[in-house]
């Protein structure tokens, strides 16, 4: 990517990515819907943080080079800007390809005393991956996530949109197994609910599920 | 005392979040009473209320609202912290999820009385559906003319917008979550006295007022039933004003949200929260991950208030409040707080990056076995050093649970370290290691 990042010239800050070095892959949609979010703010470095979600969306779930590019150049942001936001959030994928479904288990406090690092390492055999990693088939993703805040429900696990908990074994299988057999890549699913709820209901595109 | 449900009183009831359910539950009374109030005499009902930020940090509210400029040069804006995450902490989730209007009303009236312009809700990344449940709520006050252009035919006017988080705990810092509004890696910012108070100077270089939810829904009763009457709740404590929704999770029988008066005793809200299950109680760290831990002696003594829990060198912080029983392990206890903190840090600052890290590999040592003498000592150093000397207080937070640990349970460490493993040997505690 290192073509991207383009210092400029004599103390000029470092320009964003221009189009025609770029593979530009936002849908309609999604320009529709970064032009909206760009009314909520004064201006347009704010809206990378959305942006980059509207981006998550779009690129299957993983911010590779080419979804930090394309944000940067869409909000006239320099590369380098857009990636140091992205790679601070942990909710951006921007390591690796998390694949269809990512499997967050709290291990924090309340579910560490109610036996999360069980669940997790029953994960973890269950689908041969360790933590942070992907299955070969793309599948599943586990990773073990700092507290969710539903300490009630301990232990916790949430995938895309939806939390469960308390969750043993056996529910653990259940899940995985309807997570298997579902169409929706939940990754993706999360990045377009948190773009849709940002915006007012004249600007959304898609709809809340 | 008993719960005495205010902000979550139509918490089971469903209909309370469509707006016709929430004006017939008396909903929006208290806007459409501050409207027709002048500006400051809202803001002087706050302060009569006594209402102290419920995020942790107690601060007066009115304080806050007053301190935005009376002249308006430039746009102000209200921001609404909701991006809970203190382990421990799920109260907020549960007033978004089940009383989206009420927190609605209530940063709108909070618009009103500093003259804002714009209000953002920045809720984490992982609050789906508290955002789903305040953005229909949204969109139909939006619909009713309670949000937008001449509210209640009035010339006040304001948006209101959800923006979320995307994985972060330290943007749950005032400053922090003000860079991350504006489009930053979320890192707090130098504060007051060195750099202008954000209700001068806040996002965006603009007056801004910033509250958590829970402060935002106490507002519209505030208005609606008079600052006076809200002062009458909790008056036994010292300071202390309203009620308070805590957070009761760990092992207990009946885990979740309980509110209560302030000046509650401690005992009484696990009493509420079903009794400690699993056997004996503990240790309890009465106010999220952060806040000091305290013994069962002092549990049957506490009263919940921000003065009276500094009496049992503990605080009411978040209201994230976990019980353990007896074959907890503190020393895993203390282990697993001090990764949360150095996952969370942000790396801004070296004193916290690098301390929090380095208490990190003391505990990985003792839990594995090789804990050296005097590792006590030094972890009580570290967390000294690292102590009041960041920006922000994810140092102070990450220093005082662990130094709490040491001085409340110096045998249990002493155990690890001569021994090499627990000296809770139960079963149930066993299942614990990672």
Same mark, same amino acid.
């Given at each position: ?209 | ?17 469509? /707006? ?82 009420? /927190? ?59 923006? /979320? ?167 895993? /206890? ?101």
């Amino acid at each position: 990517m290192s073509e991207l990042i383009q210092l400029g010239s004599h103390n000029e800050r470092p320009m964003p990515p221009k189009a025609d070095e770029l593979n530009l892959r936002f849908s309609e949609q999604a320009i529709k819907e970064l032009e909206g979010l760009k009314t909520h703010y004064p201006n347009l470095k704010a809206c990378i943080l959305p942006g980059l979600w509207i981006a998550q969306r779009e690129y299957g779930g993983f911010l590779d080079g080419d979804a930090i590019a394309e944000v940067a150049h869409r909000l006239s942001r320099s590369y380098a800007e857009v990636q140091g936001v992205a790679t601070f959030y942990s909710m951006y994928n921007t390591v690796h390809n998390p694949g269809k479904h990512k499997i967050e288990v709290c291990t924090c406090l309340s579910c560490h005393f109610n036996s999360a690092y069980r669940i997790r390492d029953y994960v973890s055999k269950k689908l041969g991956i360790k933590n942070g990693e992907t299955t070969a088939d793309g599948m599943f993703m586990l990773e073990e996530v700092e507290c969710l805040n539903a300490c009630d429900r301990a232990p916790v696990v949430q995938v895309g949109d939806r939390y469960f908990g308390p969750v043993d074994e056996k529910s653990i299988d259940a899940l995985l197994e309807e997570l298997r057999a579902s169409e929706e890549s939940t990754v993706v699913k999360m990045a377009d609910q948190i773009v849709q709820v940002q915006l007012k209901a004249e600007e959304r595109v898609g709809t809340i599920r | 005392m008993a719960e005495y449900k205010l902000l979550l009183k139509h918490s089971d009831d469903p209909a309370t979040q469509t /707006l016709a359910g929430y004006k017939k539950a008396g909903g929006y009374s208290g806007l459409a009473k501050a409207l027709k109030m002048e500006r400051q005499a809202v803001i002087d009902e706050v302060k009569t209320s006594g209402l102290r930020g419920r995020g942790g940090a107690g601060f007066p509210s009115w304080i806050k609202w007053n301190g935005l400029p009376k002249e308006k040069v430039k746009p102000h804006y209200v921001l609404c912290n909701a991006d809970e995450g203190e382990p421990g902490t799920f109260k907020d989730k549960m007033l978004m999820e089940t009383a989206p209007f009420q /927190l609605i009303e209530g940063m709108t009236i909070a618009g009103f009385a500093v003259q804002g312009d714009v209000g953002y809700i920045y809720i984490r990344g992982e609050f789906i559906d508290a955002a789903k449940a305040l953005r229909k709520a949204i969109d139909e006050a939006y619909a009713n003319n309670l949000l937008g252009k001449n509210i209640l035919g009035t010339d006040f006017s304001y948006d209101l917008h959800i923006h /979320l988080g995307a994985g972060s705990y330290e943007c749950g810092e005032e400053s922090a979550l003000m860079s991350s509004l504006m489009g930053e890696r979320g890192m707090p910012r130098l504060k007051f006295p060195h750099a202008p108070l954000p209700t001068v100077s806040g996002v965006w270089e603009r007056p801004t007022l910033i509250n958590n939810v829970e402060s935002y829904s106490c507002v519209p009763h505030i208005i609606d039933k008079g600052g006076e009457w809200y002062a009458t709740l909790g008056a036994s404590t010292k300071n202390s004003r309203g009620t308070k929704i805590f957070s009761v999770s760990g092992h207990v029988n009946k885990p979740g949200n309980y509110e209560i008066e302030f000046g509650t005793p401690l005992k009484e809200l696990l009493e509420m929260a079903g009794g400690v299950k699993g056997g004996k109680l503990k240790a309890c760290i009465p106010g999220g991950s952060s806040m000091p831990v305290i013994k069962p002696d002092a549990v049957d003594v506490a009263i919940i208030g921000y003065e009276e829990m500094g009496e049992v060198k503990s605080m009411v912080g978040s209201g994230g409040c976990m019980f353990f029983n007896e074959h907890t392990d503190i020393v895993m /206890l203390a282990w697993r707080t001090a990764h949360f903190y150095a996952n969370e840090s942000c790396g801004k600052c070296t004193p916290c990056r690098e301390g929090t890290r380095w208490m990190v590999q003391i505990m990985d040592r003792i839990v594995a076995g090789n804990g050296q003498k005097g590792d006590m000592e030094l972890l009580t150093e570290v967390a000294n050093n690292v102590e009041g000397r960041s920006f922000c207080a994810l140092g102070d937070a990450a220093a005082w649970p662990i130094k709490a640990f040491i001085r409340q349970f110096p045998e249990e460490f002493e155990y690890w370290i001569e021994h090499g493993k627990s000296p809770v040997t139960s079963k149930e505690a066993l299942a614990l290691v990672p």
